[in-house]
């Protein structure tokens, strides 16, 4: 019998731990180690943001789920990996933290046969002074960071009810973030609550991003066709924030955030200020920070992880200019190239490289997107690693048997514009692949008939559909396997 | 909210009509598209589990 040790039980590490259950579990251990005993539906963060849904809607116990399935859950945070086990040799381990109110601080070693490290991103609010819930500015990236977010809001709008007129930021907090998605959901739904509660007229509300263009995305942006024409979605883009009312500010790499001000530079090197009295802004991701150790006690945390706290995989890790880059860059089963019994899924995986083309300021700040970090692919590479560890323990397969590669996959997006059963809007989008291929596609790098974008009532129809069907599949309830990731 | 004015930011890029905006939220334009998004996104999920 061999043990998989699952390190996270987020959107990876969660549909990892599931479908090892039900592939190893009769003849494996399948044990998951995670610090919140809960499981967050993310997406669903931007409407507990502005006061539409509870955080208690967004969220599941684990410890009852993985009872019921027979996964053994430690709640606990991880601190180390000994891929070489102990001093004796012996089994590879890791070191564990308990977060557990009980055990709160008690420390263990766990054994392992089997790692996946799905261990998601560091919310690294450090890169900006005065960046994030415990500085200056507020955040949707966590249902408690949600809830704060939400009630910030909430006095806003009191304050507009009273006459006050209010300056509302959001956006990137840093030149190096990914995610501009979420932000850019959260500025709509805003901006809608601010119609619903009739006081869109008192604020004035700013996008702040480090994208080159609107519509970026980390992506490259995409094209579309539509209306005969092929169309990048940066058009879409500053076609809803005009729409909407919403001023941009691009090309910004966030300095600072004071209280009522955030300071930016742009690409030109120029430096600038926005007031605010509400700002939402996105940190930039690192890796958890976990180190690593061989079997003599020496770290060897970068055989394991990039300087960002990323682990190494399969990936193409050369260092080449934009114009070299390839699809076949990307990690395609994310195995780590020096212990090939660990893993790694999600945003916890060392990209090759951005999608979106690296800039740097006349200062030398860079400034553009990392790579696009979401959850249909977390979820994908989680299912994926854990079909080649069933056949290589079950079937004997010396190399891993599937692949995920995001330049081989394509992305299904909804991004909300507003809440509301008849009035609720989203933008409905897919891109094929997630990476563009220039050797496949040499024109745009995406199959053009694969990707595509509609704003409308149907697309937020979609994303609670979405909503409701992930957390129905996240409590393994009948038949949670048919739902595709 | 006020439209833009000329040489703003908010001027050039293209807005929709408000027909545009009529179908976005009409009940039965939108049930069809619900059905035709969902098709989309299908074909992408299959081309992306080969
Ligand atoms: C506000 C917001 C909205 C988003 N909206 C969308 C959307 O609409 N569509 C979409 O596709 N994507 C969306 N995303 C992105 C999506 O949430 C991520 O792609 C996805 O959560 C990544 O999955 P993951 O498992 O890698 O990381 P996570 O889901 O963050 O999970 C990481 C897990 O690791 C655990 N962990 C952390 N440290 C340790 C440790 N030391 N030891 C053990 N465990 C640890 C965490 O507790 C957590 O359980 C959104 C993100 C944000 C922030």
């Known amino acids: 019998m061999a043990r998989l040790l699952i390190l996270g039980a987020g959107v990876a590490?969660?549909?990892?731990?599931?479908?090892?259950?039900?592939?190893?579990?009769?003849?494996?251990?399948?044990?998951?180690?995670?610090?919140?005993?809960?499981?967050n539906w993310i997406p669903s963060n931007i409407w507990v943001g502005v006061g539409r849904m509870k955080p208690e809607k967004v969220v599941v116990e684990l410890a009852p789920i993985y009872r019921k399935a027979g996964i053994d859950f430690r709640q606990a945070r991880c601190l180390s990996i000994h891929p070489e086990g102990g001093e004796s040799g012996g089994q590879p381990y890791v070191t564990v933290e308990c977060t557990d109110p009980a055990r709160r601080g008690e420390r263990e070693e766990i054994a392992y046969d089997y790692l996946v490290n799905a261990t998601g991103p560091k919310l690294n609010f450090g890169a900006t002074e005065g960046l994030g819930p415990e500085g200056n500015s507020l955040s949707v990236c966590t249902y408690g960071h949600a809830e704060a977010a939400a009630r910030a809001f909430e006095e806003s709008i009191q304050r507009m009810e009273r006459g006050e007129h209010?300056?509302?930021?959001?956006?990137?907090?840093?030149g190096m973030c990914t995610c501009q998605g979420a932000a850019f959901e959260y500025l709509f739904n805003v901006e809608q609550e601010l119609r619903r509660r009739g006081v869109r007229d008192k604020a004035t509300l700013h996008w702040l991003s480090n994208e080159y263009e609107a519509g970026d995305f980390g992506m490259g942006g995409m094209h579309l066709k539509r209306g005969g024409y092929v169309t990048?979605?940066?058009?879409?883009?500053?076609?809803?924030?005009?729409?909407?009312?919403?001023?941009?500010?691009?090309?910004?790499?966030?300095?600072?955030?004071?209280?009522?001000?955030?300071?930016?530079?742009t690409l030109d090197g120029e430096n600038h200020e926005l007031p605010f009295d509400f700002t939402m802004l996105i940190p930039p991701f690192a890796g958890v920070g976990l180190q690593a150790y061989d079997r003599k006690g020496a770290e060897i945390t970068e055989r394991l992880f990039n300087p960002g706290g990323f682990m190494w995989v399969d990936g193409d890790y050369q260092a080449k200019p934009f114009e070299q880059w390839e699809a076949s860059d990307w990690p395609r089963t994310y195995q780590n190239p020096h212990y090939p019994n660990i893993f790694a899924a999600g945003i916890a995986f060392a990209p090759p490289h951005p999608v979106s083309k690296p800039m740097k300021?006349?200062?030398?700040?860079?400034?553009?997107?990392?790579?696009?970090?979401?959850?249909?692919?977390?979820?994908?590479?989680?299912?994926?690693?854990?079909?080649?560890?069933?056949?290589?323990?079950?079937?004997?397969?010396?190399?891993?048997?599937?692949?995920?590669?995001m330049a081989e996959m394509g992305a299904a997006c909804v991004a909300s514009a507003?809440?509301?059963?008849?009035?609720?809007?989203?933008?409905?989008?897919t891109v094929y692949p997630i990476v563009p291929d220039f050797k496949k596609y040499p024109e745009y790098g995406r199959d053009l008939n694969l990707t595509f974008g509609e704003l409308g009532l149907a697309g937020h129809w979609i994303k609670y559909i979405l909503h409701v069907m992930f957390l129905y599949k996240a409590r393994q309830r009948f038949g949670w396997s048919m739902i595709p990731e | 909210m006020t439209n833009p004015k000329p040489y703003e930011q908010g001027y050039f890029p293209p807005v929709p009509t408000s027909a545009t905006r009529f179908w976005r939220t009409n009940l039965l334009w939108q049930v069809w598209r619900l059905l035709r998004i969902n098709m989309k996104m299908v074909r992408v999920i299959r081309a992306s589990h080969r």
Request: hydrophobic fraction near 35%; avoid cysteine.
């Open chain 1, 232 to 265: 990048h979605s940066k058009v879409f883009t500053e076609s809803l924030l005009a729409e909407r009312g919403v001023n941009w500010h691009l090309r910004a790499h966030t300095t600072a955030v004071e209280p009522h001000k955030v300071h930016y530079e």
């Open chain 1, 13 to 39: 590490g969660h549909t990892a731990a599931s479908f090892a259950q039900r592939w190893l579990g009769k003849k494996h251990e399948v044990v998951v180690v995670s610090p919140n005993s809960m499981y």
């Open chain 1, 361 to 405: 300021s006349v200062n030398g700040t860079p400034i553009f997107p990392t790579p696009p970090r979401t959850g249909m692919p977390s979820a994908m590479i989680g299912k994926a690693v854990v079909a080649s560890i069933r056949d290589m323990l079950n079937r004997g397969a010396t190399e891993p048997t599937h692949t995920a590669s």
């Open chain 1, 166 to 174: 209010q300056e509302i930021v959001i956006g990137t907090g840093h």
């Open chain 1, 418 to 429: 507003g809440t509301g059963l008849f009035n609720g809007t989203a933008a409905s989008m």
